[in-house]
């Protein structure tokens, strides 16, 4: 089994960033990719960003140009650079993974954003 461990949720004001965590431990396998959704209060979840196998990345419109993904291959951990964080950002992150064609969910971690 894989356990997705995430870390760096909290609250924050308007303007400011946050870097959330995710850590893949368990059972080793081939990570085809790791990446993020969210699920704001009374929406459905959605992809924030994803980054797969040759470091290619692909970003919700609403994010680009405020949100990085990022990857440590040897720690099995991909990284979420949030910055200029805005209200409409809160939601619940969760991390997701597919290794060696399973996929896999993080218990997901609170984002809320001030105004």
């Known amino acids: 089994q894989v356990q997705l461990v995430e870390s760096g949720g909290g609250l924050v004001q308007a303007g400011g960033s946050l870097r959330l965590s995710c850590a893949a431990s368990g059972r080793s396998g081939i990570i085809n990719h790791m990446g993020w959704y969210r699920q704001p209060p009374g929406k459905q979840r959605e992809l924030v960003a994803v980054?797969?196998?040759?470091?290619?990345?692909k970003y919700a419109d609403s994010v680009k140009g405020r949100f990085t993904i990022s990857r440590d291959n040897a720690k099995n951990t991909v990284y979420l650079q949030m910055s200029s964080l805005q209200p409409e950002d809160t939601a619940v992150y969760y991390c997701?993974?597919?290794?060696?064609?399973?996929?896999?969910w993080g218990q997901g971690t609170q984002v809320t954003v001030s105004s």
């Open positions: 997701n993974a597919l290794i060696t064609f399973s996929n896999y």
């Open positions: 980054i797969m196998s040759g470091d290619r990345v």
